[in-house]
């Protein structure tokens, strides 16, 4: 099932510098999409969501983008901050409703 | 800030075993999950449950599986006999609401062994 795809199993960025996480999906009944962190040995984190009828959501360091005619979502973090160090998962749902699907993640490294 | 507490952090079983995994989730939040990920692979959902009953599930919950809210605080997750292919990080989750812009508040999971 590769509904929900993470190409880039690894990405490593200079503090300081833009992270961008992409992700891209195939049903195109997906209508929220949601962006988690994960550090090791504990749950997911929820960071930011955006709905489909909008193509850009800002929250602080955070700002997803939506292209819904591509199928692609991408995840920027600036300034990156070693903190920001985690597995980061993009998930979709359909109708708002309670099943998330989970791409494979994508391993951040932001180097001081 | 509010967590989602589940218990044993690590649970070894023996194949064919039954197993019981306990979550709390947060006070006033009205709908629960399970999720869970085998090593190397995407976190993948299992079952959500709200109203004292189930609302979707999964493929992968089978007969073998089943869920409870027994008391006002708990939610359990149980596997009737245990499986090799079951050895799986098992996450609980809960949300105030469908999952909308809220998303869930997930535990910090059940490594699961079956051996």
């Known amino acids: 099932d590769q509904q929900v795809k993470q190409n880039s199993p690894s990405l490593s960025v200079q503090e300081g510098r833009i992270s961008i996480l992409n992700c891209d999906y195939t049903n195109s009944m997906f209508d929220y999409f949601l962006w988690y962190k994960k550090y090791p040995a504990e749950g997911p984190t929820f960071l930011i969501s955006?709905?489909?009828?909008?193509d850009k959501n800002e929250d602080g360091r955070f700002t997803v983008f939506l292209n819904k005619s591509a199928k692609h979502l991408s995840l920027h973090i600036v300034p990156s901050q070693p903190g920001d160090s985690a597995v980061y998962f993009c998930?979709?749902?359909?109708?708002?409703?309670?099943?998330?699907?989970f791409g494979g993640g994508t391993r951040l490294m932001v180097k001081p | 800030e509010p967590e989602v507490t589940q218990t044993p952090s690590h649970q070894v079983t023996q194949m064919g075993q039954e197993v019981i995994l306990r979550c709390v989730p947060i006070?006033?939040?009205?709908?629960f999950y399970w999720y869970r990920q085998i090593l190397g692979q995407k976190v993948e959902f299992l079952v959500s449950f709200y109203n004292n009953e189930i609302s979707e599930k999964s493929e992968i919950f089978d007969d073998q599986f089943s869920v409870e809210r027994p008391d006002g605080s708990n939610f359990t997750l149980k596997i009737r006999s245990t499986k090799l292919e079951d050895s799986a990080m098992y996450f609980c989750?809960?949300?105030?609401?469908?999952?909308?812009?809220?998303?869930?508040?997930f535990g910090s999971g059940t490594r699961l062994t079956v051996v």
């Open positions: 955006i709905s489909s009828i909008k």
């Open positions: 989750a809960s949300s105030p609401s469908r999952t909308g812009n809220y998303g869930y508040t």
């Open positions: 006070s006033n939040h009205l709908y």
């Open positions: 998930a979709a749902s359909h109708n708002a409703g309670n099943m998330l699907t």
